[in-house]
């Protein structure tokens, strides 16, 4: 059963289709704000395909077990990630006190990756991408968990399952956590290296950052692996922040895709109205008024737990 | 043909990605390559994208006749793109070396140093030229 999980559903395949959908999802609406057409539904399958069946070149001076291993790491990581997420009912698949925090720091390995990936290429613009993923890193992440752990303190868990199951029984104190939803958003993009914090990979800077000698199936690999991510973000955010459940379970998952679909649509259109900023502009950002509302989410929520009879 | 080399095909065709690489050209052909990613072209309709770096590439699109400072940076991008992979020369300069032709730095015409799949001709090449040809080439992938 666990190998079912694992590889179908919710795991690598599911994943995979709606990773790759999403990112469809993602161009589409892309390419409307832009008054375009727009990429067909099979354009991210057929840009998989199309790396996967490419020469794969390893540059000569680069680990080589690392070079191959690194993206496997990252797609591993992002699909672990979505276990502890509840997905169709307020029970995750599997949870224990703590998994938000395990959560959090599996969908962090894939940056890390990254930055090995760069440093490993021994190429200049890899290089360069490589340690602004890092600073970036440090920028977003505190945010984004500080963001994700307001709601927690006021459902005095530290497990997804029973935040969701919190919230469900109290509907209304969703609305508390509105603010830390945003900041949430914010940082997400961060995380996923979208504009306009798309700083590590800025084409026009320094060509793709990171992956600049990855090639063919390596590369199809980390881009499975960014899709992956983006998908159990959404998940992530909308189990804590949106947990609308019932309890038919087929009905629920259709909720689910509800609330993964208008996440994503709130991250394109993001996507679509900003240019890039640069990098101290966005460390400057995220610590002066997305940490600062963060806590301050972290505080009123302490508050409102000391008064409230919960 | 196997059924995996058919869906490896239609990959391909759907999804090329172009590296731009200006040889030595007056600018006006690599403005009309920028045109024509704009979204007035829409070229991602087709599964265009630019892409930064030889090693994403598909297609190498060259502007301009080579000259003799490009000709190895040229030969280097080329032979850093991973197979399978296509030229397609842009302008009358890149496809013979057009009015540079001759000129004492100018080495000629792209072909003369990498194997070229497709000439756009023009001075300079239109970008609905330059749309048709790209996916004139890619429906002769079978
Ligand atoms: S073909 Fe014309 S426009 Fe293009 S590079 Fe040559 S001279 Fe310039």
Redesign the interface.
């Known amino acids: 059963m666990s190998i079912f999980y694992l590889l179908v559903f919710p795991g690598f395949l599911f994943l995979s289709a709606l990773g790759l959908f999403m990112e469809y999802f993602d161009?589409k609406v892309y390419?409307r704000m832009?008054?375009?057409?727009?990429?067909?539904w099979?354009?991210p399958?057929?840009?998989?395909?199309?790396l996967v069946?490419?020469?794969?070149?390893i540059p000569y001076d680069t680990n080589k077990k690392m070079f191959a291993a690194l993206p496997v790491i990252a797609l591993a990581a992002a699909t672990t990630a979505i276990f502890y997420i509840p997905i169709w009912s307020s029970h995750a698949l599997f949870s224990f006190t703590g998994d938000i925090i395990v959560v959090l720091y599996l969908l962090t390995i894939p940056t890390l990756t990254f930055f090995l990936a760069g440093w490993n290429s021994n190429s200049l613009?890899a290089g360069i991408g490589a340690v602004r993923n890092l600073t970036q890193l440090f920028s977003y992440e505190v945010p984004l968990y500080m963001g994700l752990l307001a709601p927690a303190f006021l459902a005095s868990s530290w497990s997804l399952s029973e935040i969701s199951q919190f919230y469900t029984t109290h509907p209304l104190l969703i609305l508390l956590n509105i603010p830390a939803f945003i900041v949430c958003i914010i940082a997400v993009q961060g995380k996923l290296e979208r504009v306009p914090f798309d700083i590590p990979d800025a084409?026009?800077e320094i060509?793709?950052g990171s992956?600049?000698?990855?090639?063919?199936r390596y590369?199809a690999i980390f881009r499975m692996a960014l899709d992956t991510e983006l998908v159990v973000a959404a998940t992530l955010l909308a189990a804590v922040f949106i947990p609308v459940f019932v309890a038919n379970p087929f009905i629920s998952f259709l909720i689910y895709l509800a609330k993964v679909f208008v996440i994503i649509f709130i991250l394109a259109i993001f996507r679509s109205v900003m240019a890039r900023i640069r990098m101290e502009q966005m460390v400057k950002f995220c610590w002066r008024y997305l940490a600062p509302l963060a806590l301050a989410q972290i505080i009123i929520n302490i508050l409102i737990k000391g008064v409230l009879p919960l | 043909m196997s059924l995996d080399q058919k869906?490896?095909n239609?990959?391909?065709r759907?999804?090329p990605w172009i590296v731009h690489f200006n040889a030595g050209a007056c600018n006006g052909c690599d403005i009309e390559v920028i045109d024509a990613l704009t979204?007035r072209f829409?070229l991602?309709?087709f599964?265009i994208m630019q892409?930064?770096?030889p090693?994403?590439g598909?297609i190498l699109v060259v502007t301009g006749a080579v000259t003799m400072q490009t000709r190895d940076r040229l030969i280097r991008t080329y032979e850093?793109m991973?197979?399978?992979k296509f030229v397609v020369a842009i302008g009358a300069c890149a496809c013979t070396g057009g009015v540079f032709d001759g000129c004492y730095c100018v080495c000629g015409g792209v072909n003369e140093i990498i194997p070229v799949d497709a000439y756009i001709p023009g001075c300079a090449a239109r970008p609905e030229a330059i749309i048709d040809a790209v996916v004139k080439l890619l429906s002769t992938i079978k």
């Open positions: 161009r390419a832009q008054n375009r057409v727009g990429p067909p099979y354009q399958l057929a840009d998989i395909i199309k069946s490419k020469e794969t070149i613009f084409e026009t060509v793709a992956f600049t000698e990855y090639s063919g590369f | 869906i490896i239609w990959a391909r759907k999804s979204p829409d991602e309709r599964g892409k930064g770096t090693r994403h598909d850093q991973p197979e399978p």
